[in-house]
């Protein structure tokens, strides 16, 4: 039983990075990055696995809206509006805040709006009450006449998980042997569905600080993938990428991220993907990953999100004018 629809051509690539392995330290042979950052709509990333699950049982209930939540560069968000652009299907996206908030004219928001999506702005202070303003807004659009489908906030459903249980089959296809998949834990269903692919001992999660208890989330959802208890303890998850908080530029990470672009030319995003990195770099100094041993960082996407993030696009600039000087 399955209403999932294509959204993109699978695989996505599995590509070796000698280079940054030895720059890590392992050998030149130990790391690879997965690079759904390339997944072929709307500019890429992780959420298009989920949204073949969730958009396709939207589409089985004859929904003609969309509506999701996120933070307002939300990468999710932005792919949701590309998938109802692809689908024919109208999106409405519910953001905290403002239309005057910093940084709304960029980035991610830049897109939403070139893929037609509607903004529903649920004013200040609201981020915990995100899902009721989204259920109130469902009502309202079925008042005026509209089909709308909620999808839930990083499209991290048990259903929406599946698509990563896939992306996990896929991996393990091209590389049987794989021993550590490091990823950035947001919502939780990226790791979770990598967990009922490849199991607990071999998926390497790094908390973003998205939710409250990260090790909970996941182990909810794995279970409910999986149909077997997942205890909490069981997950690898570091925590220590986090910082100051969500969203918020953390040192370790833009060095992360440097790493990566001045070392292969891969471009990580200072929410999510960099903090996988960082915490991959953490990883190996603290003897958890070892040379000889098989890693892949997959690369979740997000560089849209880098162009809404004025910190950190400020102080790579500044690093670039600071090179010029010398
Ligand atoms: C959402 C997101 C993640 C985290 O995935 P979850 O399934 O929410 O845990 C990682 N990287 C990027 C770029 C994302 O947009």
């Known amino acids: 039983m399955s209403d999932k629809i294509a959204l993109s051509t699978w695989p996505?690539?599995?590509e070796p990075m000698p280079r940054l392995a030895v720059a890590l330290g392992l050998g030149q042979d130990d790391l690879w990055i997965k690079r759904d950052d390339l997944i072929g709509l709307g500019g890429g990333g992780n959420k298009v696995r989920k949204l073949e699950w969730t958009v396709g049982a939207a589409l089985a209930q004859g929904a003609d809206t969309l509506v999701t939540t996120g933070a307002a560069q939300s990468n999710h968000a932005r792919l949701t509006?590309?998938?109802g652009a692809r689908l024919g299907l109208d999106v409405v996206l519910v953001f905290p805040g403002t239309p005057g908030s910093a940084a709304n004219g960029s980035g991610n928001l830049v897109l939403d709006s070139l893929f037609g999506a509607r903004i529903f702005w649920a004013g200040d202070g609201v981020p915990s009450a995100l899902a009721d303003v989204a259920d109130d807004v469902c009502r309202q659009l079925r008042r005026d006449g509209a089909r709308?489908?909620?999808?839930?906030?990083?499209?991290?459903?048990p259903l929406g998980a599946r698509g990563y249980v896939e992306g996990g089959e896929e991996l393990h296809a091209q590389l049987p042997d794989v021993e550590h998949v490091v990823v950035a834990l947001g919502s939780g269903?990226?790791?979770?569905?990598?967990?009922g692919a490849l199991g607990e001992e071999r998926v390497l999660g790094v908390h973003c600080g998205a939710v409250a208890d990260p090790s909970a989330t996941v182990a909810d959802l794995a279970g409910a993938l999986t149909?077997?208890?997942?205890?909490?303890?069981s997950l690898r998850i570091r925590t220590d990428?986090?910082?100051a908080g969500y969203g918020v530029l953390y040192e370790p990470v833009l060095e992360a991220m440097r790493t990566a672009a001045v070392i292969e030319g891969i471009v990580l995003d200072p929410v999510y993907s960099g903090r996988a990195m960082a915490g991959l770099i953490a990883a190996v100094r603290s003897g958890d990953i070892r040379p000889g041993q098989r890693t892949v960082l997959l690369h979740t996407g997000g560089l849209p999100g880098l162009f809404g993030h004025a910190e950190t696009v400020g102080r790579t600039v500044t690093t670039l004018q600071s090179?010029?000087?010398v």
């Open 12 to 14: 996505t690539p599995l």
């Open 81 to 83: 509006a590309a998938a």
């Open 148 to 157: 709308p489908y909620l999808i839930p906030f990083g499209g991290s459903s």
């Open 189 to 195: 269903g990226t790791m979770a569905g990598l967990i």
């Open 227 to 233: 149909g077997r208890t997942v205890g909490p303890d």
């Open 241 to 243: 990428q986090v910082g």
């Open 323 to 325: 090179y010029k000087a």
